[in-house]
């Protein structure tokens, strides 16, 4: 098992660009989460779903979108960049259904610096 | 809303002695799941131990054991006979009633000293 992947490891986008972070799993997990993570804050949940077809907002959404067409793809669409987007990103992936399995397992990352 | 707090922004530990990483947390959901992750300086985010609110016994992964006390509400990482390997990040974190409660912590800098 590859476990989580994420492309790109790193990017710099120009201010106004568009891109797309790819996170993909192949442990037929139902729960994939993006979260980006700052100096000082920890990680921050941006959005998360909970199978094929079902996505929802976490704690900071605004600037990016969603979709979950696949169990095993869960991409991260930044319509229109801005410095403040720039962070680290982590896609995360666990399989639920009991307490013990809610564990998360993280992406290695993607480095996104925003000009 | 829930809340993770880690008041250790840094801690040294001599290499071989045990350490003790605090986490204190706030939820209002009678379920919930505390996590410990580790961070080191190439970035990734690795699980350690996993504790739930309705465990009796505290949880234990090799060297690595969570001091859960309900009442206090604190889920502290203990890590015994410290390792060089052992320095990064540490990230206490929570999952609430749904599974898009989940916080962290700010996390704690762990150094080990030779």
């Known amino acids: 098992n590859a476990g989580v992947t994420q492309t790109p490891k790193f990017q710099v986008l120009k201010t106004g660009q568009s891109m797309t972070l790819q996170c993909a799993q192949d442990?037929?997990?139902?729960?994939m989460s993006w979260y980006r993570q700052d100096p000082g804050m920890g990680l921050r949940l941006i959005h998360y779903?909970?199978?094929?077809?079902?996505?929802d907002q976490g704690e900071v959404p605004n600037g990016y979108n969603v979709s979950r067409s696949t169990t095993e793809d869960f991409p991260l669409r930044l319509l229109s960049a801005a410095p403040s987007q720039t962070s680290v990103y982590f896609c995360?992936?666990?399989?639920?259904?009991?307490?013990?399995?809610?564990?998360?397992?993280f992406g290695p990352g993607t480095r996104l610096l925003v000009l | 809303a829930q809340k993770i707090t880690q008041t250790q922004p840094g801690m040294f530990v001599q290499e071989k002695e045990a350490v003790t990483l605090d986490c204190t947390y706030d939820?209002?959901?009678?379920?919930?799941?505390l996590f410990w992750y580790k961070q080191p300086s190439s970035g990734e985010m690795i699980f350690l131990i996993y504790?739930?609110?309705?465990?009796?016994q505290n949880a234990t992964e090799g060297r690595y054991s969570l001091n859960f006390q309900k009442a206090r509400k604190s889920a502290n990482l203990v890590i015994s006979a410290s390792q060089l390997g052992d320095s990064a990040m540490y990230f206490c974190?929570?999952?609430?009633?749904?599974?898009?409660?989940?916080?962290f912590g700010t996390g704690t800098k762990l150094q080990v000293i030779p």
């Open positions: 995360a992936s666990s399989l639920g259904r009991t307490s013990s399995l809610w564990t998360q397992y």
């Open positions: 442990m037929n997990h139902e729960y």
């Open positions: 779903s909970v199978g094929a077809g079902i996505t």
């Open positions: 939820t209002s959901d009678p379920s919930y799941g």
């Open positions: 504790q739930g609110s309705y465990d009796q």
């Open positions: 974190a929570m999952r609430g009633g749904g599974y898009q409660k989940v916080t």
